[in-house]
């Protein structure tokens, strides 16, 4: 069964450091997102993806956040200077154009910033 | 500002024993998730309730959506112990949104023996 991929499964970084987390969608699917969760606390929406343009941002999605989909398979989220609050688990998902916007989501990466 | 409260937050069940999980949500959607999430895991899709009255049963697990009331349940019958895990509601703004979630706060069940 197709499913949605993420690396690294953990990131360890530095306070001030670039990261980049990537995800490979399901391949057939249009849409992408990435959402957060904080420990212990609810998903957060960040961005979503369609047709090779952000089409929604939450107010966490600063300018400190860019996404892209380099090929035809990755879709990436780049931190550019990462903060403490940043850590969290990022969840990528995607769904297929039209039809009950039933996202998949992938396994997560835990990102810790120290 | 779309808002998805769900309640109770914590549950603590015995095995065997039936209980509901309400989500309400803020706006005229006619689109509700139910996720599940086990300890330091993904979301895994339950249930996609499309429309006013819709009900959909999975094993244990049955859900509802009420869009009059802006009211889903989560109905869970007779408890058993795999069942343990942290479950979400989310809704989906309609309009010109990219199919965004916005999800509750998680409610975690413990089936207890």
């Known amino acids: 069964e197709p499913e949605v991929t993420q690396t690294p499964s953990h990131q360890v970084t530095q306070m001030g450091q670039e990261v980049i987390l990537r995800c490979v969608p399901i391949s057939n699917h249009l849409y992408f997102y990435w959402y957060r969760q904080i420990l212990g606390q609810k998903v957060e929406f960040l961005v979503s993806?369609?047709?090779?343009?952000?089409?929604?941002k939450s107010e966490i999605f600063d300018d400190q956040f860019s996404v892209e989909r380099p090929d035809g398979s990755n879709f990436t989220l780049k931190i550019r200077s990462t903060k403490l609050e940043d850590s969290a688990m990022y969840f990528c998902a995607s769904r297929y154009a039209g039809g009950p916007n039933e996202q998949f989501f992938g396994p997560g990466t835990r990102l810790t910033v120290l | 500002e779309l808002k998805v409260e769900q309640n109770p937050l914590f549950l603590s069940m015995q095995e065997g024993k039936n209980y509901t999980i309400y989500c309400n949500y803020s706006t005229t959607s006619d689109r509700l998730y139910w996720y599940r999430q086990d300890p330091g895991k993904s979301l895994e899709s339950l249930f996609v309730?499309?429309?006013?009255?819709a009900v959909k049963q999975e094993g244990r697990l049955m859900a509802s959506l009420d869009t009059k009331a802006r009211l889903s349940t989560l109905h869970i019958t007779a408890a058993v112990h795999d069942l343990s895990a942290t479950y979400f509601c989310?809704?989906?703004?309609?309009?010109?949104?990219?199919?965004?979630?916005?999800f509750g706060q998680g409610t975690i069940l413990t089936v207890h023996p």
């Open positions: 309730l499309l429309s006013n009255g």
């Open positions: 993806f369609y047709n090779n343009e952000i089409s929604e």
């Open positions: 989310a809704e989906v703004a309609g309009g010109t949104s990219y199919g965004k979630l916005t």
